[in-house]
């Protein structure tokens, strides 16, 4: 007797098995998008097949044969069809490589490497940021189309287009399936992070929509961080980048309030937060460290959130360290949202006048022209600073900037907040 | 979605074959390579544990072996994972190597969700 549904079964096997299964496929047939049709016409015989004649004992074994046999049956079409072409007298195209290549050889080589070139072609940078990201999370992550869609608040059809288009650009720039070297490999790697960490971004703080978080995307995102940092295990930036993604999932639990609103990281319950993910955070951190040191941007980042998550009250944060942290961070990554972040540090390690003043230097930065936080934050400092009119302009002039709904209305709470003036001893 | 999975067996049937040792090692870091496997461990044996029970309002503390018990727990796992049925996939093929590789081997492997933040929600 079978415990779940057949076809539940069956997914649950191709989200296993189809990264791998994908990335073995396309060494040996050279195009992505041959490789993923090839896999999927594998699982939609499993699932003629399996529901009648049980699971295979090694399923992903079995789905990598058939599809294997259907890439084979394939290129002798195509090899009789040259044939044809050959008697006609037509030109016969580049017959080296219409050759049926030897496919258990191929297929049996370290199935990392593939993985890794994978990795690579769906976040490369002939592509779009947009077209990456849906091509990672279909062909890595093992989503589907209308999963993808959903994650994402775009209709199906626009992200089915973006992976059809996606493959046909990785084609007809003859893409090589291969893991950049030398120089190059710096900057595809950076390349990488950069998605898989938008995937991360998107389900922790969703940019748009009414939900505040999507976790099964920083979930999906976290698992594709993981897979890099073994595939790339010498990397300290990749173990740091998964340092920061586990430190900043293991709050998930706690930036939620009863009714869905956002709670801040210094009021968070820290009881709520995932100590499992805290501690799989700083040993990737440490394991960066030891690599060479976490000076990249994204370590400095999980140098940051470690920093949070070793403090057991709010109040044992150490700021300082913070502080010197975005100094250094800012003079690697020179950014407007990394100086407001380093304003906030300096607020709370020298007090919010010191924040106050770094803050307005940032006040005719024209990339925050339209940004929430920065009114947002302004509005705390005003607030702390007792000067409550100011304040409650800025939390006002925060809500109209942002996209998020629940993010509006404890904008406009803490706005209303201020009119109350000065807060009741007691009573915060 | 998190789910542990427990590993019970009768105690005492002495360690297991190198084979398996291999199989499960390599098992594992295909899951750890994958990103689902998050922790795991072994237990020692139940001679080195204790129980402290409650009891008709009375504790009691016992030291082990606790030889009544048929099977112990004598590992776990804790998985990331998209569904149950993705949980049971991962158990199956660990089962299967134990089936291969030690043969007579009985035990099972229970495979219990983990309650998330979603599954408590904040007080108002």
Known sequence: ?428 | MRFMMLVKSAENKGAPPKELMDAMAKLAEGANKAGTMITSGGLAPTAMSTRVRVSRGQLTTTDGPFTEAKEVVGGFAVFELKSKEEALEATTRFMELHKKHWPGWEGETEIRQIFGPEDFPPKA
């Open chain 1, 1 to 428: 007797m079978t415990a779940t549904h057949p076809h539940s079964a069956i997914d649950a096997v191709w989200r296993i098995e189809s990264a791998r299964i994908i990335a073995g496929l396309t060494r040996i047939v050279r195009d992505v998008g041959l490789a993923e049709e090839l896999a999927q016409d594998a699982l939609v015989a499993a699932l003629q097949q399996w529901p009648d004649s049980g699971m295979p004992d090694n399923p992903g074994a079995w789905l990598m044969a058939t599809a294997k046999h259907r890439a084979i049956d394939m290129f002798r079409r195509n090899k009789r069809l040259e044939r044809k072409h050959e008697e006609l007298g037509r030109e016969l195209q580049a017959q080296q490589e219409m050759a049926v290549p030897d496919f258990d050889a191929a297929l049996d080589d370290d199935i990392g490497d593939d993985l890794l070139r994978l990795v690579f072609i769906s976040c490369h940078p002939v592509l779009s940021t947009e077209a990456r990201v849906a091509l990672t999370l279909r062909l890595l992550g093992g989503l589907t189309t209308e999963e993808i869609a959903r994650a994402f608040l775009v209709p199906e059809p626009t992200v089915a287009q973006r992976i059809v288009r996606a493959k046909r650009t990785l084609a007809e720039a003859r893409v090589p399936f291969e893991v950049p070297r030398g120089p190059d490999l710096a900057t595809r790697l950076s390349s990488v992070l950069e998605v898989i960490y938008l995937i991360f971004n998107e389900g922790y703080s969703a940019t748009a929509g009414e939900d505040w978080m999507r976790p099964a995307l920083c979930e999906d995102a976290l698992r594709l961080g993981r897979i890099l940092a073994e595939l790339v295990p010498n990397d300290p930036e990749v173990h740091g980048f998964v340092a920061l993604m586990e430190i900043q999932a293991s709050r998930s639990g706690a930036r939620i309030g009863p009714s869905g609103e956002p709670i801040l990281l210094l009021d968070q319950d820290r009881a709520r937060w995932d100590q499992l993910l805290i501690h799989r955070g700083l040993a990737a951190l440490q394991h960066a460290e030891e690599l060479g040191g976490a000076h990249g941007p994204y370590a400095l980042q999980a140098a940051i959130a470690a920093c949070h998550a070793r403090a057991r009250a709010a109040a044992e944060t150490d700021w300082h360290r913070i502080a010197a942290l975005y100094d250094a961070l800012g003079q690697l990554m020179p950014s407007p949202i990394v100086e407001l972040n380093r304003a906030v540090a300096f607020a709370m390690a020298f007090g919010p006048a010191a924040g106050l003043e770094l803050i307005d230097t940032l006040a005719s930065e024209p990339s925050l022209k339209a940004y929430h936080l920065l009114p947002s934050v302004r509005g705390d400092f005003l607030f702390k600073l007792g000067r409550f009119a100011e304040a409650q302009a800025e939390f006002e002039r925060a809500a109209s900037l942002t996209r998020n709904a629940r993010e509006r209305e404890l904008l406009l709470d803490r706005a209303r907040a201020c009119a109350g003036g000065p807060p009741q001893p007691g009573l915060q």
